[in-house]
């Protein structure tokens, strides 16, 4: 797990988000170092997957502490010893406070299950079907103390299908995480991703919009005239 970019994953959960970046590491395709993944929940399926492939993990449970303040400066506090480079939410069900952001402000990623600026917050997809949209995604960007508000560096979007349910196109929603959030944290680890508490850049040019994961643009349909020029 050694010689890339030190990075310490917070999660909450499940955890699939972190294993897909483990994927990609144990493949090649990540140049990080894992030096921790912390839960604020203990017996999470997510620690499992940590272990499972020898990277420490450590629980900091957010109810032993009296308030937000008191279990976010012990969390940085922890995150501070295995000094990452880059600090990863996977799946990370907490608000942060501001100073903690602040402290962090140009090296967190988090993902989030929408088309940011759509469906800030929680039940992104249950949202996402009652609004009718037609398609729906996830989205990495930099966190800022605005919620799910930081800079948008990278999305993936599927269609809605009907007779989609919350769990159906959530599984649909997910597999596109899996690819976009390695894809925005090998960005990051490999100095092409930057963002200075303002400005995110990638390769030195201003991200004034997410860049739009390609297999979007391959699931598409083929308009009608392109088709005929295809077969
Ligand atoms: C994902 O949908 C992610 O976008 C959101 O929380 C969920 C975490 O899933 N922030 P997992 O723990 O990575 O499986």
Do not use: C
Not at 47 to 67: C, F, N, P, S, W
Not at 79 to 85: E, L, W
Not at 113 to 119: E, K
Not at 193 to 217: E, N, S, V, Y
């Amino acid at each position: 797990m050694k010689g890339g970019l030190p990075i310490v994953v917070l999660v909450s959960g499940r955890g699939t988000n972190l294993e897909a970046l483990l994927a990609a590491h144990a493949r090649g395709d990540l140049p990080v170092d894992f030096r921790a993944v912390i839960s604020n929940r203990p017996g999470v399926t997510a620690l499992d997957r940590a272990d499972a492939h020898g990277v420490a993990a450590q629980v900091i449970d957010h109810k032993a502490y009296g308030d937000r303040a008191a279990f976010d400066a012990a969390l940085a506090e922890t995150i501070d010893r295995h000094g990452p480079a880059l600090i990863v939410l996977a799946g990370f069900m907490r608000i942060l406070t501001d100073g903690f952001i602040e402290r962090y402000r140009d090296r967190m990623l988090n993902i989030h299950p929408s088309l940011l600026p759509d469906f800030r917050g929680l039940h992104t997809h249950r949202r996402a079907l009652e609004a009718g949209v037609e398609r729906h995604g996830a989205t990495v960007h930099f966190v800022t103390p605005e919620l799910d508000g930081g800079p948008a560096v990278l999305q993936a979007s599927v269609p809605v299908r009907a007779g989609d349910t919350e769990e159906t196109l959530a599984a649909r929603v997910l597999e596109r995480e899996h690819r976009i959030f390695p894809l925005a944290v090998r960005w990051f680890a490999q100095g092409r991703l930057t963002f200075d508490g303002r400005t995110a850049r990638l390769d030195g040019a201003k991200l004034a919009a997410p860049i739009i994961d390609p297999h979007d643009i391959e699931d598409e349909p083929l308009p009608e005239e392109s088709r005929d020029r295809v077969d």
